[in-house]
């Protein structure tokens, strides 16, 4: 079992940035891809980026693609998403997922470990 915990949300102006954690914890991660999912209001949940723990291949969205960035730190067991050039579009619950694999999965069903999610919200 891995436990995921997100912090870093909050609110944002247009075109300002915040950069996302999520500790992980229980297993050592280089067997596994981990990455972020987000749920807009009345939407469904959407993949916005991957990172393979070994080796740091990363996968984006198209609507984010430019904008933010994945990373991950060996030593903290931590991954990361820095956002830049925030849109009021980007308004959502993120959540950090896990799996075990070496595939950049982008659907929901790809990923067996998740987050509580954190809100961020960018105003216009």
């Known amino acids: 079992q891995v436990q995921l915990v997100e912090s870093g949300g909050g609110l944002v102006q247009a075109g300002g940035s915040l950069r996302l954690s999520c500790a992980a914890s229980?297993?050592?991660?280089?067997?596994?891809?981990m990455g972020w999912f987000r749920r807009a209001p009345g939407k469904e949940r959407e993949f916005v980026a991957a990172?393979?723990?070994?080796?740091?291949?990363?996968s984006y969205a198209d609507s984010v693609k430019g904008r933010f960035t994945i990373s991950r730190d060996n030593a903290k067991n931590t991954v990361y998403l820095q956002m830049n050039s925030l849109k009021p579009e980007d308004t959502a619950v993120y959540y950090c997922?896990?799996?075990?694999?070496?595939?950049?999965?982008?659907?929901?069903?790809?990923?067996?470990?998740w987050g509580q999610g954190t809100q961020v919200t960018v105003s216009s």
């Open positions: 997922v896990g799996r075990v694999g070496l595939d950049l999965r982008t659907d929901v069903g790809g990923y067996d470990y």
């Open positions: 229980g297993r050592t991660l280089s067997r596994y891809v």
């Open positions: 990172i393979r723990w070994s080796g740091g291949s990363t």
